[in-house]
T-cell receptor, first 114, second 111 residues
Framework: GAGVSQSPSNKVTEKGKDVELRCDPI?????LYWYRQSLGQGLEFLIY????????KSGLPSDRFSAERTGGSVSTLTIQRTQQEDSAVYLC????????????FGPGTRLTVL | EDQVTQSPEALRLQEGESSSLNCSYT??????LFWYRQDPGKGPEFLFT???AGEEKEKERLKATLTKKESFLHITAPKPEDSATYLC????????????FGQGTELSVKP
């Protein structure tokens, strides 16, 4: 079956512009996670959704970052007024339940802020 | 502070030369430990989940083990196609399933 998909695969933007990153989880997966992977930083947790609710937003780096999930499916991560330090690969993962289940990752969106 | 440390950072092996990767963790309450493989330009690919000390899981040339303080990923007679970055991650109780990742071990297997 289809795995987790993300779009765009690559995004180049200018400093100060807003960007939206999209994640389509595996059908039926109730939990959805966003991570960021930077050179030298490893994978960092950003936010997770259970259904359409986001119980834990503790990993969002600043108030320029926000995310939403609609219909218990697609999620969008929005970064406002992008900065060069936002450059990274943004990864989305989904799992069949919150806690104890393996997470399946998408291919990621590579964001470059000039 | 919850922490995951992987060693070595990079490992070069000859084809057929068995070795082990280490993942040590310091966490408040381990719910599960996960191993992933990541190829360049791709998202992590799930390999194993371990839940309790003493547990072992195998898949082809890979075997993962877990103690109360660390996990090992043993690679037996590796092949060049096993070259990748191997990531270890932990899930902590009552934190909604979010994973805390180590920095990874970059494995290179030469023919």
């Amino acid at each position: 079956g289809a795995g987790v998909s993300q779009s765009p695969s690559n995004k180049v933007t200018e400093k100060g512009k807003d960007v939206e990153l999209r994640c389509d989880p595996i059908s039926g997966h109730t939990a959805l996670y966003w991570y960021r992977q930077s050179l030298g930083q490893g994978l960092e947790f950003l936010i997770y959704f259970q259904g359409n609710s986001a119980p834990d937003k503790s990993g969002l780096p600043s108030d320029r970052f926000s995310a939403e999930r609609t219909g218990g499916s697609v999620s969008t991560l929005t970064i406002q007024r992008t900065q060069q330090e936002d450059s990274a690969v943004y990864l989305c993962a989904s799992s069949s339940s919150v806690s104890g289940s393996e997470q399946f990752f998408g291919p990621g969106t590579r964001l470059t802020v000039l | 502070e919850d922490q995951v440390t992987q060693s070595p950072e990079a490992l070069r092996l000859q084809e057929g030369e068995s070795s082990s990767l280490n993942c040590s963790y310091t966490v408040s309450g381990l719910r599960g430990l996960f191993w992933y493989r990541q190829d360049p330009g791709k998202g992590p690919e799930f390999l194993f989940t371990l839940y309790s000390a003493g547990e072992e899981k195998e898949k082809e040339r890979l075997k993962a083990t877990l103690t109360k303080k660390e996990s090992f990923l043993h690679i037996t007679a590796p092949k060049p196609e096993d070259s990748a970055t191997y990531l270890c991650a932990v899930e902590i109780y009552n934190q909604g399933g979010k994973l805390i990742f180590g920095q990874g071990t970059e494995l290179s297997v030469k023919p």
